[in-house]
């Protein structure tokens, strides 16, 4: 069946360096001397730590428990032993640490008992569920929790559900080996996300660089007697990145504020699909991936590895050459170099790619911009990339947001084509964390100012709690010296005369009480009304007159709430001016 493709604007074509590891099936890594699992490997919460040093644990034993919806669980790889529960580098550009578990492997490997279920017999809630506990997560790139994609918008009908074959970085093979091999599986995952979703049609879109993939696709399919479509699509870099994958196969533009459910579409990688199926029908978590290993290497190949595998013993696998200065995590596009070749490999780690000059050569000094207009030509989500560049190199981060810059993708397709060699992703991503750093601060400033005036606010009540409590107090004070010397009087023979004071003796306490209460109140609405002031808006001097009008209408409201809390508050019969 041959389908209508679409086109999305921009994109490159890198050289793709592909056919180097897929001359051989995929390889089972071996056990490493230690693995470091870091318990935040995904979009969402971080998992909280099950497991202390000196326990024992089994492969696929939950070692960092889901924190809320969106999180995912943690698993031991293998069979060993707790050594710590502390913080080590992650693989990420920052080079900060993470809270991670160290195991040590005891060589058995030795499955915790494992269930498998029909899933067909379970409840949709009961099935993301499992997802969930067997930490099931993106494993294109994005690694959000698989679950949290699993329910269908309540408002738009589910049109397609997307797959992702693309695989469009350079030197990934992972995902195409996949196929190849494990196509029945990948196929069955589908299934599973195809019965929760209840879409009208299931698109399997893979780049057509990949033939035997796509061709163990359709067999699988076939067998399986699936109504999925495989579809190949141009290759052309970021073709399988999630919004123009499902541009090229549905004519749908998802926009920056919605999400693809809005649209009625949803995708996943093929990778995604096959541990969902592994996690379902055999019980397993996701404790292990396949990697790319390729680069500077006399041997590149595909293997699986568990979680926790420290990246420099995987790479020896490949037998680097001499000369070997660093590992790229992920794709020379969107990749980035590791801060230490011990880093774990992680969920999200798709390919490692040995570094060295001869492969990478250092790029020429950068030079200033030509305002070419190259990068906005190549860049697939239409965005200014010269413009933003400007103004995040002048740290005018308001206006790279008004220029969208979080609707980028760093995808690396202006760095490409960019003429005077500037290393425009990297600009992005500083002006991004600067954005989100402030953003931070401005939140910490506004709960400290918040809870300040809680505590004012606070404070003034007890004060006027006390004084209205010391003001009851000399009134009971007063009543009973009246009473005394009512008492006394009496007892003196001057009964009549006490008699006829002490009605008066009494009123004029409660009036003291009532203009100490008054006096606490007037205070307290005095110092709220110099708070007020000291707060009058600033920068208000060149504003429009709607501005000018809109204002005057919102203070005009407020007085007039301001006069009714204090007719409310005013003791009865009075007025507060």
């Known amino acids: 069946m041959l389908m209508n493709l679409f086109k999305f604007k921009g994109g490159v074509k890198p050289p793709t360096n592909k056919t180097q590891s897929v001359t051989l099936p995929i390889a089972q890594a ?34 960092g428990e889901a924190d809320g919806w969106i999180s995912a669980a943690v698993h031991a790889p293998t069979s060993g032993t707790v050594v710590e529960v502390a913080m080590h580098v992650q693989p990420h550009p920052s080079g900060l640490d993470a809270l991670c578990v160290v195991i040590e492997p005891d060589g058995r490997d030795e499955w915790i008992p494992r269930e498998a279920v029909d899933y067909k017999a379970l409840t ?38 997307i797959i992702n074959g693309a695989e469009c970085e350079p030197f990934i093979t992972c995902d195409d080996l996949l196929m190849r091999e494990r196509a029945e599986e990948v196929v069955r995952g589908i299934g599973i996300f195809r019965d929760l979703l209840q879409p009208k049609k299931v698109l399997i879109g893979i780049e057509d660089n990949k033939p035997e993939a796509a061709a163990a696709m359709r067999a699988a399919v076939d067998a399986l007697q699936e109504p999925f479509l495989v579809v190949p699509v141009p290759t052309l870099y970021p073709a399988g990145g999630a919004k123009q994958l499902i541009r090229v196969l549905t004519g749908k533009e998802v926009p920056a504020a919605k999400r693809s459910t809005d649209l009625g579409v949803q995708c996943f990688n093929v990778a995604t699909a096959y541990t969902a199926w592994r996690a379902i029908a055999h019980g397993e978590p996701v404790v292990s991936r396949l990697v790319t290993v390729t680069g500077n290497v006399h041997a590149p190949r595909n293997y699986e590895v568990l979680i926790g595998t420290p990246m420099d013993e995987l790479l020896k696998l490949a037998t680097p050459h001499p000369d070997t200065d660093g590992i790229i995590m992920g794709g020379p596009m969107m990749g980035f170099l590791v801060p230490d070749p011990h880093v774990p490999v992680v969920k999200a780690t798709n390919c490692l790619i040995a570094h060295d000059d001869r492969l990478f050569p250092p790029k020429p000094p950068e030079m200033p911009c030509i305002r070419c207009g190259a990068c906005a030509q190549a860049c697939p989500h239409e965005l200014q990339p010269f413009e933003m560049y400007w103004f995040a190199r002048a740290k005018n981060f308001g206006k790279t947001q008004e220029y969208h810059i979080f609707d980028c993708i760093e995808c690396g397709c202006c760095s490409f084509v960019c003429p005077s060699r500037i290393p425009l992703v990297q600009y992005f991503r500083f ?47 007063a009543a009973k010296k009246a009473a005394e010397a009512a008492a006394a009087a009496a ?61 005057d209408e919102i203070e005009a409201r407020r007085q007039v709430a301001h006069l009714t809390d204090a007719d409310a508050a005013s003791p009865a019969g009075e007025k507060t001016e």
């Open 124 to 161: 949709p809630e009961e099935v993301r569920e499992r997802l969930q506990q067997a930490g099931v997560v993106g494993l294109g790139g994005a690694v959000f929790p698989t679950h949290g994609k699993l329910t269908a918008s309540k408002t738009v009908p589910m049109e397609e559900l």
């Open 431 to 477: 002006a991004k964390s600067e954005i989100w750093a402030r953003e931070r601060e401005k939140n910490a400033a506004d709960g400290a100012k918040a809870r300040f005036e809680f505590k004012q606010l606070r404070e003034e009540r007890e004060k006027a709690e006390k004084a209205e409590k010391l003001a009851r107090a000399a009134a009971a004070q």
């Open 491 to 551: 007892a003196g023979g001057d009964a009549a005369e006490t008699a006829a004071a002490a009605p008066e003796v009494a009123p004029a306490a409660v009036d003291a009480a009532k203009e100490a209460k008054k006096a606490t109140i007037e205070a307290a609405m005095a110092r709220a009304k110099a708070q007020r002031e000291a707060a009058q808006p600033k920068n208000v001097e060149a504003l429009s007159g709607a501005q000018q009008k809109e204002i």
């Open 30 to 63: 071996p056990l490493p001397s230690r693995l470091v699992v870091p318990l935040h490997q995904s979009i969402g919460g971080t998992p909280r730590p099950v497991v202390a040093a000196g326990d024992k644990v089994l492969k696929g034993q939950l070692i």
